[in-house]
């Protein structure tokens, strides 16, 4: 048994799955311990606005390309021949790019207009420079996702560092020199440098010199599975948007804003545990699903469960027995009170990323966007309800409690319907 699982490990390795795992550890671990001290270095009151406007632009976000950035990893792995790959991506670059454009005007005038509560009425510019960044993000993330695809771990890993190392230097540096506005300018000019050389790298690595197919059978049905996609991932990530989003409008407290967002770091960092399984497995289901192999599917499906299951209760255990220690050292004193929302929250993270995001993960991964796609519709309705519910009366204490219920919804419909097929 003991030589069994070590050869699968030693496969799982030799496949680039080392170069997922690192790369995805470094990025979130230079990501969350920049956002520290961005944290340190802004007030409470600063960083409820900026925390307030970053969740407005992650709704814009959610529509960046229609979809096609993360369409297209399932397409690049489809595509059999390079010249049909290089047609799939030109034709995502000059598609979603077009719509981009035509969104940032759009939500841009939005955030001018909306009635945004009055602590946070005074800097809606913040909000604008934010939705000037969607088209730049757009074509890192889409360039990332080729590398995936063609199974380029190593760069993978490596451009998702260096992105993430220039992203957070940029932000506390901003931070530190203009304070609220700085950190945002400072991003967005951070955002525009990695976009333009992951696309260089990633053209001049495989592109170059391929011809296209201009007729490519496989456009039409890469926009039916990337729009499907964005409704699907966009619902997912409604999840975190409408909790702070629902806080602010009811409470209108820069504050509690802020406690909630702290509290909701550590357990949202946890997802490099399933993210990082999840990156690396996603084009394998893919390919196989593709083959006809549903017997490889349905095992190793179990055992990326287990995996990760296992993996994130280790972590949440480590995080609730060394709760006050972790918020002293990492975040302050100021920040204290949101001890409870996050031993909440850790729960709610080890239903959600433990359970709920590799079932819906394989699920993308092998086309299944429309259960997907109706799990997450009642996961939102039924947040929406119990947010209105508890946070009148129960404030940031009863978001987390709703996200905790809501989860489980979802999981054990999830469980429910793969037991099905």
Request: glycine share 6%.
């Amino acid at each position: 048994m003991k030589e069994r699982i070590m050869n699968t490990i030693k496969k799982v390795m030799e496949k680039g799955a080392h170069y997922v795992i690192m790369g995805s550890f470094l990025t979130k671990f230079v990501a969350f311990f920049g956002s520290i001290f961005l944290v340190r270095l802004m007030s409470k009151l600063e960083y409820g606005i900026l925390s307030y406007y970053e969740n407005i632009y992650g709704y814009f976000l959610l529509a960046a390309g229609l979809g096609l950035a993360v369409g297209m990893l399932r397409y690049t792995v489809i595509a059999e021949q390079i010249e049909e790959k290089k047609t799939l991506y030109i034709y995502s670059m000059k598609r979603g790019e077009l719509y981009n454009l035509i969104l940032v005007i759009i939500f841009s005038a939005v955030c001018m207009l909306f009635p945004h509560p009055e602590e946070f009425r005074d800097s809606y510019v913040v909000g604008i420079l934010l939705i000037v960044i969607i088209p730049f993000q757009y074509l890192l993330t889409l360039n990332l996702s080729i590398l995936r695809g063609l199974f380029d771990y190593k760069s993978y890993a490596f451009m998702s560092l260096a992105a993430s190392t220039i992203f957070i230097l940029a932000r506390v540096a901003g931070a530190k020199i203009y304070g609220l506005y700085g950190t945002v300018s400072f991003r967005l000019a951070a955002e525009i440098l990695c976009a333009i050389g992951c696309v260089v790298f990633v053209y001049t690595k495989y592109f170059k010199s391929v011809l296209m197919n201009r007729n490519s059978i496989l456009i039409k049905p890469l926009n039916t599975y990337s729009i499907q996609i964005m409704f699907t991932d966009g619902l997912w990530a409604l999840f975190m948007l409408n909790d702070v989003f629902m806080l602010s409008q009811l409470s209108g407290d820069a504050t509690m804003i802020a406690d909630y967002k702290i509290a909701y770091v550590i357990p949202a960092n946890l997802s490099l545990i399933s993210s990082a399984i999840g990156v690396f497995a996603a084009p394998y289901f893919t390919k196989k699903d593709n083959e006809g192999d549903h017997r490889w599917v349905k095992k190793n499906l179990y055992k990326l469960e287990a995996l990760t299951v296992g993996l994130m209760l280790v972590a949440i255990i480590f995080c609730m027995l060394l709760t006050r220690p972790i918020i002293m050292l990492l975040f302050g004193r100021q920040y204290l009170s949101c001890i409870p929302i996050f031993r909440i929250l850790l729960i709610s993270s080890l239903v959600n990323n433990g359970i709920r995001y590799t079932i819906a993960n394989v699920y993308s991964a092998i086309g299944l966007q429309k259960k997907n796609l109706i799990i997450a519709g009642i996961g939102v309705i039924s947040q929406i309800i119990i947010n209105a519910v508890l946070i009148p009366d129960f404030g940031s204490t009863g978001v987390a409690c709703g996200s905790v219920v809501v989860q489980i919804i979802m999981s054990i419909i999830l469980i429910l319907e793969i037991r099905k097929i």
